[in-house]
C-alpha cells in the first residue's frame, strides 16, 4: 500500500504547456533579431532626412551607408532562414548540443534536416 504524500501527481498539461513556451521562446529569436534590424533601419532613414535638412552632408552619406548595410543584412537574415517548427524535446537536445560543442544552434538544425531528407529521399540524393 502507498503512504501518501504531500507531493501532487506530475501534471502532463503543465509539462506540456512548459514545452510550448520553450518552443516559442526559442522561436522568437529570429522575430526579436528582424524586428531590431527593422527599428535600426527606421532609426537610420530618420537620421539621414535629418542630415539631409540640415545640409550635413557628410552626416547623410553615414547614415545612408549605415542604413544601407542595415537593409542588406535584413535582407540576407530574411533570404536564407525560414520559421522551422520544432518539437521543444528536440530543440531542448539541439541547444544542450550546442552548448557542448560550441556550435551555433542553425548550424546543427541544417545538419539534422539535411540527415533527415536523406534518409526520406535517398535517391534524390544520388542524383546531386
Known sequence: MERPTDEAPPDDRSHRSEDRRHSTVRGMTGLASRLVLS??????????????????????AVFAFLGLLLLLLWLRQRAHRVPVDLRADLARRLENQSQRTG??????????????????FPESADRK
Open 39 to 60: 527599428i535600426a533601419i527606421v532609426v537610420s532613414a530618420v537620421g539621414a532626412l535629418d542630415a539631409y535638412i540640415g545640409r550635413r552632408w557628410d552626416l547623410v
Open 103 to 120: 556550435e551555433p544552434f542553425e548550424d546543427l538544425l541544417d545538419r539534422a534536416v539535411a540527415a533527415y531528407e536523406q534518409g526520406l
